[in-house]
């Protein structure tokens, strides 16, 4: 059942999900925050035409998508939980002293059996062409405009009641599998992440699209962690228009939009957000396209000043 699911554009009532509804000031905070960046709520399930079948094929790929949000993604993000919470902390405890446990043996036999299993080259594979068409087919509902930087037009009722996880698997499987184990024999990056990459960053163009700001931090965590890994070619990944002219302007709004998350840890995570940003922008800016980007940015004064008031 999906209903219950968040939506990418969610209502009013489905933002409990990440506002501390003990706080009033910070609901009326947060309201003031999506009136500045001009979020509207339109996703009205009453807009929706519902019909009785959608086809087959499109049954089939729905299904595939729940079933890897269920099964696999879900099993990614727990095995990275694992290792950045267990095993590293213990495997440099192990190092440190010379002397591995009972306790360390289990857990290292533990990863051994999960990553066999999880990252075996032919389901990567797979899975990354699943996300891959499924970046495609967003990237059509959200039918971007012909500017740059890019913008897009006012998202249909039947993409806001799109569930989140369509974006937010294919954040997390970026990170958790992608990002952990990119030598896989097989899987041509440069033909796989740019389309993904371009996806990505048209939801995290536009706060109407996207609502949860959560996400959106997760997107720029995604897109750091691409650009700045060793194994990844990012004169290649990140060459598409839509990076190159939009995404330095697109991290700078989100710099300080990011200001404002509803969570009841807002004064925390918005710095967490904007590290992400900055390891990105790092990184780009040695590039000479989006060096270039940087410098025509400044020349919208307002985004300038913003901007560097939240580095101030």
Request: charged share 20%.
């Amino acid at each position: 059942d999906l209903g219950r699911e968040a939506k990418l554009a969610s209502s009013d009532e489905e933002l409990s999900k990440w506002i501390d509804k003990r706080n009033q000031s910070r609901i009326d905070e947060w309201n003031q925050q999506r009136k500045n960046l001009g979020i509207v709520d339109i996703a009205d399930p009453k807009q929706v035409v519902k019909k009785d079948s959608y086809g087959f094929t499109t049954e089939v790929f729905f299904l595939l998508v729940r079933c890897l949000n269920l099964g696999l993604v879900a099993d990614f993000q727990k095995f990275a939980s694992f290792m950045n919470s267990q095993f590293f902390p213990e495997y440099d405890r192990v190092k440190a002293t010379g002397s591995p446990t009972m306790e360390f043996d289990d857990m290292d036999r533990f990863r051994s059996v999960q990553h066999t299993i999880l990252f075996d080259t032919e389901i990567v594979i797979k899975v990354s062409r699943v996300f891959q068409y499924l970046a495609d087919w967003l990237i059509d509902q959200l039918k971007p405009l012909n500017t740059t930087p890019i913008q897009l037009g006012t998202p249909s009722s039947e993409l806001s009641l799109q569930p989140e996880f369509l974006v937010s698997d294919m954040v997390h499987f970026v990170i958790n599998a992608l990002g952990y184990h990119l030598n896989v024999h097989g899987l041509d990056l440069e033909l796989t992440l740019p389309k993904i990459m371009d996806c990505l960053t048209m939801f995290l163009s536009s706060p109407n699209h996207l609502h949860n700001p959560h996400l959106r931090t997760d997107i720029v965590h995604c897109l750091s962690t691409i650009a700045n890994h060793s194994k990844v070619n990012g004169a290649l990944v990140f060459r598409t228009p839509v990076l190159t002219h939009s995404l330095i302007p697109i991290i700078l709004r989100f710099y300080y939009e990011i200001e404002i998350t509803g969570s009841h840890t807002q004064f925390f995570t918005k710095f967490t957000a904007r590290s992400y940003a900055q390891r990105l922008l790092t990184k780009l800016i040695s590039y000479p396209d989006y060096f270039k980007s940087l410098r025509d940015s400044f020349n919208d004064r307002v985004l300038f000043v913003k901007f560097v008031d939240k580095i101030l």
